[in-house]
C-alpha cells in the first residue's frame, strides 16, 4: 500500500516526476520499516521532508554560512565538540541530520558508519531512511496521529519556520491520499464480485480430457469369467 499511495502524491507535494520516480522506492522501504503507514502518517511525513529538502531537490543544508550555521561551531547540544564539526556535520537527508550528535545516533540506529562518511546521507537511499529513522526515534508518529501538525513541526525544526508552506504541503498531500481511496472505492463498486486472488482462476478454454483408463487388467486380479446359459 506505501508504495503505491507514494507514487501516486509524491508529486503532489511539489516534486518533479524524475526526482519523484527516483526517491519512491526508498521511501518506501523506509516507511514500512518504521510503520509510516496510513494516509495520516504519510500525509504529515511527506509534507514535512518536502519542506525540510525543498521537494527531495536537497539533501545536502545549503552552505552560506549563515549567521545560525556559523553557531553551529561548538555547540554542544549538536554534540559539535571538534573543531570543524558544524561544516562537517551540516543538515543532510530528507530530515537535515544535523550535528556530530545526530549523526552517531543516525549511524547507530542504521548500521552505517555516518561519522566516517557523512556523504552517504545525500544519496536517495540513506536520505530516505535517515529521515524515517529520526521520524521514528523522536516520536513523530504518535504527533502524526494526533493531528497536532504545529507541535510536529517544532519537534522537527525546533520552532515554526516555514510553517505556512509545511501547512500547504501537507493539505496537498492528504488531498492526493484521500483521492488515491476514494478512486479504490469506485472500482470495488464498479465490480464487486471480483474473485480474490487466492482464489482459483475458472478455466475458459477446453477442459483437459480425463486420462483414458487402462485397458489392462491388474495382474493381481484374474479375469472374471461369465458363464452363458444354454437352453
Known amino acids: 500500500m506505501v508504495r503505491s499511495a507514494l507514487r501516486c502524491c509524491v508529486t503532489a507535494i511539489g516534486c518533479g516526476q524524475d526526482l519523484a520516480e527516483q526517491f519512491a522506492p526508498h521511501l518506501s522501504d523506509a516507511c514500512e520499516l518504521h510503520d509510516i503507514k496510513g494516509p495520516v502518517r504519510?500525509?504529515?511525513?511527506?509534507?514535512?521532508?518536502?519542506?525540510?529538502?525543498?521537494?527531495?531537490?536537497h539533501t545536502r543544508e545549503l552552505w552560506g554560512p549563515?549567521?545560525?550555521?556559523?553557531?553551529?561551531?561548538?555547540?554542544?547540544?549538536?554534540?559539535?565538540?571538534h573543531l570543524g564539526d558544524g561544516f562537517l556535520y551540516r543538515g543532510r537527508g530528507?530530515?537535515?541530520?544535523?550535528?556530530?550528535?545526530?549523526y552517531a545516533g543516525a549511524s547507530q540506529r542504521l548500521g552505517v558508519d555516518l561519522l566516517?562518511?557523512?556523504?552517504?546521507?545525500?544519496?536517495?537511499r540513506w536520505a530516505a531512511l535517515s529521515a524515517a529513522d529520526w521520524w521514528a526515534a523522536h516520536g513523530c508518529n504518535a504527533l502524526a496521529d494526533a493531528g497536532d501538525f504545529t507541535a510536529l513541526t517544532r519537534r522537527i525544526n525546533g520552532g515554526t519556520n516555514g510553517l505556512e508552506d509545511r501547512l500547504q504541503r501537507w493539505a496537498r498531500a492528504k488531498e492526493a491520499l484521500?483521492?488515491?481511496q476514494k478512486s479504490r472505492r469506485r472500482r470495488r463498486r464498479r465490480n464487486p464480485?471480483?474473485?480474490?486472488?487466492?482464489?482459483p482462476r475458472p478455466h475458459h478454454g477446453r477442459m483437459p480430457s480425463r486420462t483414458p483408463r487402462s485397458r489392462h487388467r491388474s495382474p493381481l486380479r484374474p479375469p472374471v469369467r461369465r458363464s452363458r446359459c444354454r437352453a
Open 193 to 199: 464480485h471480483r474473485p480474490c486472488q487466492s482464489q
Open 66 to 81: 549563515t549567521p545560525a550555521q556559523a553557531r553551529y561551531e561548538g555547540r554542544k547540544d549538536l554534540g559539535n565538540t
Open 94 to 102: 530528507l530530515l537535515q541530520v544535523t550535528g556530530r550528535a545526530g
Open 178 to 180: 484521500a483521492g488515491r
Open 42 to 57: 504519510l500525509a504529515a511525513f511527506l509534507a514535512q521532508i518536502a519542506h525540510e529538502s525543498g521537494a527531495l531537490r
Open 116 to 124: 566516517a562518511a557523512p556523504e552517504l546521507l545525500e544519496q536517495p
